[in-house]
């Protein structure tokens, strides 16, 4: 194993490591840990700890939704938008 450096991107030397099928759940868009847990069907501690790294390194930003539990989201990817904000941008486009 190498040392995990923060803003680097990891390589993973066995593609189904813990760390690799957790970032694969959240790019597939499970943003919560309990969905991520179902998704993958590894253990709490797996999963909390290669999230845990996962952020550390920046592969996914931890972020907090309305409700204030943590979300986990791929850098750049926006989140949903709330279905009362969907259209509000064409008010403020230019014609």
Request: with cysteine; hydrophobic share 40%; aromatic share 6%.
């Amino acid at each position: 194993t190498h040392m995990l450096k923060k803003g680097q991107p990891v390589k993973f030397s066995r593609p189904m490591s813990t760390m690799r099928v957790v970032l694969m759940a959240v790019e597939q868009g499970h943003q919560y840990r309990h969905d991520i847990l179902k998704e993958t069907k590894l253990k709490q501690g797996q999963v909390n700890s290669a999230l845990w790294n996962l952020t550390y390194i920046g592969a996914v930003m931890r972020e907090t939704d309305k409700e204030g539990r943590s979300i986990y989201i791929l850098p750049g990817m926006l989140r949903k938008l709330a279905p009362c904000l969907m259209g509000v941008r064409s008010i403020f486009d230019v014609r």
